[in-house]
């Protein structure tokens, strides 16, 4: 099941790096006409326009059809979008291609950690759910990778070959589908009780429905359910409820929507589109520049890894304060050293998108710290947001709360891929000032607003928000709930 989650989230990345790799190379440039900052910044968003489509749609989907057929559909339109991406013959094309690809994005990033909470026991949820991010980066790698690959064919073959190959693990994962199990929550929602019974025993008692654990899970389940209102015939604006609102939007216990909107606006996404850019401003151009800025995925993709070790045991908290913390001082360091050791230019390896150049050792330092930065990401704000608004809503608003929060996730995520190339060419080292801040406003709400998760069933969860216990006291409500 876990691997699952590899398959979903490898589509995500994929589409993150089908573009970074090819913005500054010539057979793209030739063949589109050299797109200026503005209309890159629009092609790049585009996906991002879908994925906000998909997301807010996708709770709906999920609830109707189920978790799994949620995510067969978002497989099927993937395969879609990928075909029309492939054949584009112009801007307006290929941003159509992305749009329907972003709406599998949407829906995948919002409903694989739904589907993966689900069915995973409190004490590997984290890890199990944190797949998707891990998957998310393998993709991003894989993708740039092949597109490096690609780089080599001359003409148009080059690109089109690479956002072709992309659609081939969607058709796995159609075929995968079949094979795995639904939601026992969904199944609850919907009175399927014995299938819901089934299921749990499945995964948690090898099979036996009378084994201790799973008939206390299934009274859980059966408690949380009767207590709400069934989902069906719940609408996204009860979100905003009187007992809903805190978790979506903020009070004592802020969540969803901020967790995902501060996960964007400290940067990481900056380096994850545009970081062929950072290392044309650092001096690096051609292969150099493309192999090098690689390095950054691989880093992205060990760092990950090494926190679904243990963010069952680090918890959700720490990685948020001290992540931001730290990358609100990457972005610092970065912005004094382009500005120490840079200056103005018309324009780099002949892309007037570019208008900042840095030298000597200063272009090293930004170098690093780039690399440091998406370190500190993949450790922290990464992983951790994507799990975090899987666990904090209720069964009969998650499929919901989640969709909202990742499209929240990813209204921002268009705005500031529209934002990164024109802000690079008018105000420079200064963007990353604006991160700057925003990491330690992220920091800062994070203390005050997010509750530790860690440890706790969903149903405990449920519990914890409703008892109003400060976020900062979170962690000590574990030993009263068992």
Request: overall charge neutral.
């Amino acid at each position: 099941l876990a691997a699952f989650g590899t398959i979903g989230g490898a589509l995500f990345g994929f589409d993150i790096s089908s573009m970074s790799a090819w913005i500054g190379t010539p057979q793209y440039l030739d063949y589109f006409n050299s797109p200026n900052s503005d209309l890159q910044g629009g092609i790049t968003a585009s996906m991002s326009a879908g994925s906000f489509a998909g997301a807010i749609g996708a709770g709906y989907l999920s609830d109707i059809l189920g978790r799994k057929h949620a995510l067969l559909v978002a497989s099927i339109v993937w395969v879609i979008g990928s075909v029309v991406t492939l054949s584009a013959q112009n801007v307006a094309h290929l941003v159509a291609g992305r749009v329907i690809n972003g709406l599998t994005v949407g829906i995948m990033s919002s409903q694989v950690p739904v589907y993966l909470a689900e069915l995973s026991p409190k004490n590997i949820r984290g890890r199990i759910v944190g797949i998707q991010q891990w998957a998310i980066e393998w993709g991003i790698l894989i993708m740039y990778m092949i597109s490096y690959g690609c780089t080599f064919i001359d003409g148009p073959a080059s690109f089109r070959t690479a956002w072709g190959i992309q659609a081939i693990p969607a058709l796995f994962l159609i075929a995968a589908l079949f094979f795995f199990p639904e939601s026992p929550r969904w199944y609850a929602s919907k009175d399927r009780w014995d299938e819901a019974l089934d299921v749990l025993a499945l995964l948690h008692g090898k099979g036996n429905i009378h084994d201790p654990l799973v008939q206390a899970e299934f009274e859980e389940v059966r408690e949380a359910q009767e207590l709400a209102i069934r989902g069906s015939q719940l609408s996204i604006l009860g979100l905003f409820g009187p007992r809903m609102w805190r978790r979506t939007v903020q009070s004592s216990h802020s969540c969803g929507l901020f967790c995902q909107i501060w996960q964007q606006l400290v940067g990481g996404n900056v380096m994850m589109y545009y970081i062929v850019y950072v290392f044309n401003m650092a001096g690096l151009t051609g292969n150099v520049n493309l192999v090098s800025s690689s390095i950054q995925y691989v880093i992205f993709l060990v760092t990950t890894a090494i926190t679904l070790l243990y963010i069952d045991r680090l918890g959700r908290r720490p990685l948020f304060l001290y992540g931001g913390i730290a990358m609100g001082v990457l972005n610092f360091a970065v912005a004094g050293l382009m500005k120490t050791g840079g200056h103005r230019v018309e324009e780099v390896g002949g892309n007037a998108n570019i208008k900042w150049r840095v030298h000597g050792s200063y272009a090293k330092g930004v170098i690093a710290c780039s690399y440091i930065f998406v370190a500190f990401y993949g450790l922290t704000w990464a992983p951790a947001a994507w799990i975090f608004i899987s666990e904090i809503f209720p069964l009969q608003w998650r499929a919901k709360g989640v969709g909202l929060s990742a499209a929240a996730n990813w209204i921002f995520n268009f705005a500031l891929a529209y934002f990164v190339p024109p802000a690079f060419r008018r105000i420079q080292w200064r963007t990353y000032i604006i991160f700057g801040v925003f990491c330690f406003c992220g920091v800062l709400h994070s203390y005050l607003m997010f509750p530790e998760t860690a440890g706790k069933t969903l149903e405990e969860i449920d519990y914890l928000f409703d008892s109003k216990v400060p976020a900062w006291k979170s962690s000590e409500v574990s030993s009263r709930l068992e």
